[in-house]
């Protein structure tokens, strides 16, 4: 724990982790879409690339340490049997695992990168992006023609999205980009069907995750119109007409015998 390898390994792998930590979070934000996802892996790649040439701030915290002998009050030694980690050899490994795993190159990405202004030529024809569009617009069964003139309307006028439009920029919104929505959903599911209430109908289950995830938040539940109905169908306890009738157990013959 003391020698000075085992301390530069650390503040590497600290350095790298926080990167990968700080992808990770921003890949499960739910606004997150396949463009945005696509600029965060590359630029936590081009971040990964630049400590090669410049460490980060844990580990030249620990370079500054190894120089000085000690970090804080404890001393720091040599030790001849640890192999330290090759930076530069450790960091391109990391990124081409990411490139290969987490890439989100392909013909569809190529398309949907048109709707994004920062992608367009300094000055855009009046057709750009028309052929993208049409490729979208059959692979996910949208109209040509009204995508297409849409397109053209946010040509020429980018600092608004055009109503034409907005169906293709809707659906490019709904793809996921990580499995982080899916284990919500497990989540959630996990603390509506609980070993007490393990009878929930699938429907009902479905029901109540559905207002959990698209419902408001209970401080803006309004019950009024809802305990008004309750009460005018005699839902009450202290209602006059409700009728309880009390089920007795089957077993009830073996309590003399008790």
């Known amino acids: 724990m003391q020698s000075k390898e ?3 390994d650390l503040g590497l792998m600290f350095d790298a982790l926080s990167e990968l930590a700080n992808l990770s979070q921003q890949l499960q934000a739910h606004s997150v879409t396949l463009l945005r996802a696509d600029h965060l892996l590359k630029r936590t790649i081009r971040v990964l690339a630049s400590f090669k040439d410049t460490q980060g701030e844990k580990l030249e915290e620990a370079l500054t340490a190894q120089a000085l002998g000690h970090l804080g009050s404890v001393p720091l030694e040599s030790n001849a049997k640890l192999t330290p980690i090759n930076a530069k050899q450790f960091l391109q490994s990391l990124i081409n695992n990411l490139e290969k795993r987490l890439s989100f190159d392909g013909e569809m990405l190529h ?3 048109v709707l994004d202004t920062g992608n367009w030529p300094s000055t855009p024809g009046i057709r750009h992006g028309e052929a993208q569009v049409k490729r979208l617009c059959r692979r996910f069964n949208l109209g040509e023609e009204q995508a297409v003139n ?3 309307d946010f040509l ?3 600092d608004s999205e055009p109503e034409s439009l ?3 920029i809707q659906c490019m919104k709904t793809f996921p980009c ?4 899916c284990e919500r959903g497990f989540s ?3 603390n509506i069907c609980t070993d007490k209430r393990s009878t929930l109908l699938l429907s009902n289950v479905s029901n109540l995750m559905m207002i959990s995830i698209n419902g408001p938040p209970v401080t803006l539940f309004e019950p009024r119109k809802y ?5 005018r169908r005699h839902r009450s306890a202290t209602q006059a007409r409700r009728q309880c009738t009390p089920q007795m157990p089957e077993y009830k013959h073996i309590w003399k015998a008790l």
């Open 6 to 8: 085992f301390l530069c």
């Open 111 to 113: 398309d949907l990168s």
């Open 150 to 152: 849409g397109m053209r």
């Open 156 to 158: 020429e006028h980018p």
């Open 166 to 168: 907005k169906p293709l």
């Open 178 to 181: 990580s499995t982080a929505e």
């Open 188 to 190: 959630l599911m996990n």
């Open 227 to 231: 305990v008004t109905t309750w009460l």
